[in-house]
């Protein structure tokens, strides 16, 4: 007993907590949510009204009571309370269907705003975060657990509160059937047959559009989760929420109208219901005053027109759906509580014009899930002159990528300081940081939009014809020019429509048009063949004169004329020096040097 009393309250505590979270959402609502519940007031008491038309009849018409204040004709008073009972079911359906269609509008804005805010934490959240989690994971979240919650926060509340009214006023909940009077109930037919052929097809397109919208919604985020490295490297955080609002606006729209067909169709049918109510009244008083039924046949048989089982099966349902959608709040809520391990600091401050100077002093750094098997950096310590070319060299994960995504605060070290003309990069802003370091990175990133938005990407604000001198520059000039419609052409999804050598080159115009002082080129020449790899490698060295530059390579050959060659090992820089120094060193640098020319 005890067991079961502490789930109930530790459900309850998850339940408060998770509306707690979501409470923002709906007071900035609070207009539309007073409205519905007005709203659903005022269809209780149409609900409550509708068995005093029978009352009326069976009272004054069929019992042959006097009225208080006249004496009307009895036939005129039938076709009056039949009249009633018109208005009561037509008023009673309009009601409910203005509800449920500000419920749904209010619905779909909630979807909109907690989409968007869940969006912005994502990219707020930094690499250490997405790390840890499936993409698959993080954009199930951002569709199908936020519609759960919508439901939670909007749909079964009010819906359980709608049933319960109802239930309330329901005095009678007996059920006897008469064929006759089903067969002049069955009158009403045609005309539902017709209201759902009307509205049927106008709901399918809208729902296709609103599945198309959601498909979009889907590709936007794994586009953006998938890139996460470089929307943060390039600093496009705003622009790839201004892509996924523009998507979700659509989406939004289309919800909406969708709302508001269904809600036409239930209106419709709750007026043509009506009239077969209204039918079913006449004939059957009609029936009754022969003598062919009694008053209290009457009185049943139209009581379960009201269909007072509705209400019970739309409690149980709801119930069933609220357990359901508090598991999507607690999944979406994890993701709004987890804190950014990389974020400005409260005194950051736009980093100055860089010469490009970068400085590494005793930088510690350990990835969480690997703090028990060790740090990936330990104790490093380099100095870097602006506009140098340094090379970074060691087997994979000796921490060459790490390195360089301390420079751009991708990271902070545990222990340790690293410096851009001699500030530590925790004291400047993030978009300030980032702004001054582009990646190449090994798997060149694109995105689904034309080839000028692609290398365009750092520099949305670029002209077309920086475009064009940038492309020039990377060698991508030619291919471009010979694509189907030119720097307009739409590439597919990551560029798969391109070769490898092709997307390689984007990637350099994007660098080179971006222009930021410090350089980081991750393997640039990966997975190429040798011609395609010579011209990469010529746009390259044209990309790095004037800019501080670190080069990952495995290929030696590549690193001949940088600066310095900085030897990685378990963390550690384990050799330094220029390529001549270190092969007269004879140490691993040399080794490895002599391996690959062998295997040459």
Known sequence: ????????????????????????????????LSAALLLLILETFANLAQPWPLKIVLDYVIGGEELPVVEPDAGLLLVVVAGLAVAIAVATRGLAAMRRFLLNKLGQETVFDLRNALYRKVHELGLDYHGRRRTGDTITRLTDDVREVRTLLVDSIVEIGSAALILTGMLVVMFILNWHLTLVALITVPFLALAVHRYRRALIERMRVVRRREGAIASVVQEAVTGIRAVKLFGREED??????????????AGVESSLIEAKFSWMVGVVAGIGTAAVLYVGTRQVLAGNMTAGDLIVFITYLGSVYTPLWTMSRQVNQIGKALVSGERIVEVLETGAAVKDAPDAVPMPRTEGRVTFEDVWFAYDDEEEAGPVLRGVSFDVPPGSRVALVGVSGSGKTTITSLIA???????????????????????????????????????????????????????????????????????????????????????????????????????????????????????????IASVVEESWRDLTRGRTTFLISHELRLVRGVDLILVIEGGRIVERGTHEELIRRGGRYAGLHALQQAAR
């Open 1 to 32: 007993m005890g067991s079961r009393a502490d789930r109930l309250r530790g459900d309850l505590r998850r339940t408060q907590q998770a509306l707690s979270h979501f409470t923002p959402f709906l007071r900035a609502r609070r207009r539309g």
């Open 240 to 253: 790839e929420l201004g892509r996924f609002r523009e998507e979700s606006s659509g989406s939004l729209k």
């Open 409 to 531: 605060r991708l990271y902070d070290p545990q222990r340790g300081r690293v410096l851009i003309d001699g500030g530590d990069v925790r004291r400047y802003t993030l978009e300030s940081v980032r702004g001054a370091v582009t990646f190449v990175p090994q798997e060149p990133m694109l995105f689904r939009g034309t080839v000028a938005e692609n290398i365009a990407y750092g520099r949305p604000e670029a002209t077309q014809e920086e475009i064009r001198r940038a492309a020039e520059l990377a060698g991508a000039a030619g291919f471009i020019e010979e694509l189907p419609e030119g720097y307009e052409t739409l590439l597919a999804e990551r560029g798969e429509s391109l070769s490898g050598g092709q997307r390689q080159r984007i990637s350099l115009a994007r660098a080179m048009l971006r222009d930021t002082p410090i350089l980081v080129l991750d393997e640039p020449a990966a997975g190429l063949d040798a011609e």
